[in-house]
Nanobody
Framework: QVQLVESGGGLVQAGGSLRVSCAAS????????MGWFRQAPGKEREFVAD????????YYADSVKGRFTISRDNAKNTVYLQMNSLKPEDTAVYYC??????????????WGQGTQVTVSS
């Protein structure tokens, strides 16, 4: 069992930066591929990024490539999403997930409760 708790969301102006974090409980964190997803009002949840178990490989949605960076610290059981050059269309609830598979084939096993990110224009 893995429990995930996101933090770091908030309100930021367009062009600004924000880092969200996801802390995991349990001793098996390093065995999971970790992913970030987001869900905007009235839209389906969409994939944002994922990172391999050791952190060497990352995968991004085209909409965030070059602006967002996913990283993880297995010693701290934490995964991060650094978001730069934020746009109003990045406004969403951001969720982290532990699972398997990469990119569009990511299969979540556990979800966090989400953290709200709002980008004002």
């Amino acid at each position: 069992q893995v429990q995930l708790v996101e933090s770091g969301g908030g309100l930021v102006q367009a062009g600004g930066s924000l880092r969200v974090s996801c802390a995991a409980s349990g001793r098996t964190f390093s065995s999971y591929i970790m992913g970030w997803f987001r869900q905007a009002p009235g839209k389906e949840r969409e994939f944002v990024a994922d990172i391999s178990q050791g952190g060497a490989y990352t995968y991004y949605a085209d909409s965030v490539k070059g602006r967002f960076t996913i990283s993880r610290d297995n010693a701290k059981n934490t995964v991060y999403l650094q978001m730069n050059s934020l746009k109003p269309e990045d406004t969403a609830v951001y969720y982290c997930s532990a699972g398997s598979g990469r990119g569009n084939y990511f299969s979540p096993s556990y979800w966090g409760q989400g953290t709200q990110v709002t980008v004002s224009s």
